[in-house]
């Protein structure tokens, strides 16, 4: 059974960092394709950055510079860390796999919230 659960997620001041964490079980971790997403009230979720099959990263344009992810294969865990946050950040953040047969499965998400 496939089990992804954050947590990390916050309050922060604009300018703040925060560090949200991805734990897998039930994957095969190394040959997962893996990221972030998030949702904000009113819109549509979408991509943050996420490692590709190639083994490339992809940022969103908003984020890029001040987000980075990272992965450690040996804990089965993926890292969201996030830097300079803005107002605009704020939104419930999923984790977000695709087994290589294109399965998706989805965190329950944690709630990032940056006050101005």
């Known amino acids: 059974q496939v089990q992804l659960v954050e947590s990390g997620g916050g309050l922060v001041q604009a300018g703040g960092s925060l560090r949200v964490s991805c734990t897998t079980s039930?994957?095969?971790?190394?040959?997962?394709?893996m990221g972030w997403y998030r949702q904000a009230p009113g819109k549509q979720r979408e991509l943050v950055a996420e490692f590709t099959r190639g083994g490339s990263i992809n940022y969103a344009h908003s984020v890029k510079g001040r987000f980075t992810i990272s992965r450690d294969n040996d804990k089965n865990t993926v890292y969201l860390q996030m830097n300079s946050l803005k107002p605009e950040d704020t939104a419930v953040y999923y984790c977000?796999?695709?087994?290589?047969?294109?399965?998706?499965?989805w965190g329950q998400g944690t709630q990032v919230t940056v006050s101005s």
């Open positions: 977000h796999v695709v087994n290589p047969w294109a399965v998706e499965y």
């Open positions: 039930g994957i095969i971790f190394s040959i997962y394709v």
